[in-house]
T-cell receptor, first 111, second 117 residues
Framework: GENVEQHPSTLSVQEGDSAVIKCTYS??????FPWYKQELGKRPQLIIDIRSNVGEKKDQRIAVTLNKTAKHFSLHITETQPEDSAVYFCAPGEGYSTLTFGKGTMLLVSP | GAVVSQHPSWVICKSGTSVKIECRSL??????MFWYRQFPKQSLMLMAT?????????EQGVEKDKFLINHASLTLSTLTVTSAHPEDSSFYIC?????????????FGPGTRLTVL
């Protein structure tokens, strides 16, 4: 099965700083690389995903980069805001139907 | 579009009773539905995957006789926790997927918080 590691487990930044969370995986067959944001007691929300035919994808302040050779992908958030505070999960999979969630990163953005 | 609902949003029950949780795809037909469990401050753990009209496929370590999953239609799946015990207290989240959308993804329900006394 897929082994997923996510680092760091906790990340504290000042508002306006950038935040980077890294996810490493083991299954070379994985071809779908999403990032989810989960606020306390709420459902996970897909914030960005990338498929293995591209190396980088950006959506406003959020970007994901993929290194398939090294089997890792990263979430980049620029100009962080307090409302970005949440737990972020990576969940690589072989297609959308076989997601394996990382242990999560708690991001704290201080005003 | 792609909205998934769950009912109830929270439930408290006595030890030994059974609890049924419903997961509905409101505006699309879900080819596959997934059930996850999330303990406090932990990640989502997949419990089982079900396709409409087929038996669910359970992950290793998940008791299929305790967690009964029914996926009788393309818009409804149910999870029944039988003879619930306090250790079953958790946040149960369903998600639904379909092959009909160009960029497939899992659409998550809002979750059901189960507390077993």
């Amino acid at each position: 099965g897929e082994n997923v590691e996510q680092h760091p487990s906790t990340l504290s930044v000042q508002e306006g700083d950038s935040a980077v969370i890294k996810c490493t995986y083991s299954d070379s067959a994985s071809n779908y690389f999403p990032w989810y944001k989960q606020e306390l007691g709420k459902r996970p929300q897909l914030i960005i995903d990338i498929r293995s035919n591209v190396g980088e994808k950006k959506d406003q302040r959020i970007a994901v980069t993929l290194n398939k050779t090294a089997k890792h992908f990263s979430l980049h958030i620029t100009e962080t805001q307090p409302e970005d505070s949440a737990v972020y999960f990576c969940a690589p999979g072989e297609g959308y139907s076989t997601l394996t969630f990382g242990k999560g990163t708690m991001l704290l953005v201080s005003p | 579009g792609a909205v998934v609902s769950q009912h109830p949003s929270w439930v408290i029950c006595k030890s030994g009773t059974s609890v049924k949780i419903e997961c509905r795809s409101l505006d699309f037909q879900a080819t596959t539905m997934f059930w996850y469990r999330q303990f406090p401050k932990q990640s989502l753990m997949l419990m089982a995957t079900s396709n409409e009209g087929s038996k669910a496929t359970y992950e290793q370590g998940v008791e299929k006789d305790k967690f009964l999953i029914n996926h009788a239609s393309l818009t409804l799946s149910t999870l029944t926790v039988t003879s619930a015990h306090p250790e079953d207290s958790s946040f149960y989240i369903c998600s639904a997927g379909t092959l009909d959308l160009q960029d497939n993804e899992q659409f998550f329900g809002p979750g059901t918080r189960l507390t077993v006394l």
